[in-house]
């Protein structure tokens, strides 16, 4: 049984940059999309980028299109999300999360494999 294990969040100032990261432990997610999504506490899941197992098709949200990439490299099982420019907005708990198939997308029903989430916390 697999297992995802969120790291890189923390605390930071406005306009700074984090890059979380996101280990694929004991089966392989080479074959999955992949994607992270954001939670406060109470709400539901917001989408932020997923990206295909082969790492040639990303999507990314809207509003953090031009702020937030999102990578992949299969062949140590590990999952990036660079964030740029923070705002305190985007102070959350974020999750990286598996997909069904092997395409990523921004539906939260596809995804069925999740870690615990690593708290980002901006301040203004």
């Known amino acids: 049984q697999g297992q995802l294990v969120e790291s890189g969040g923390g605390l930071v100032q406005a306009g700074d940059s984090l890059r979380l990261s996101c280990a694929a432990r004991?089966?392989?997610?080479?074959?999955?999309?992949l994607a992270w999504f954001r939670r406060a506490p109470g709400k539901d899941r917001e989408f932020l980028a997923s990206?295909?197992?082969?790492?040639?098709?990303?999507v990314l949200a809207d509003h953090v299109k031009d702020r937030f990439t999102i990578s992949r490299d299969n062949a140590n099982n590990m999952l990036y999300l660079q964030m740029d420019n923070l705002k305190p907005e985007d102070t959350d708990v974020y999750y990286c999360?598996?997909?069904?198939?092997?395409?990523?997308?921004?539906?939260?029903?596809?995804?069925?494999?999740w870690g615990q989430g690593t708290q980002v916390t901006v301040s203004s």
């Open positions: 999360e598996a997909a069904r198939q092997t395409y990523g997308s921004k539906n939260a029903g596809d995804y069925n494999s």
């Open positions: 004991g089966r392989l997610f080479s074959n999955n999309g």
């Open positions: 990206i295909g197992w082969k790492a040639d098709s990303t």
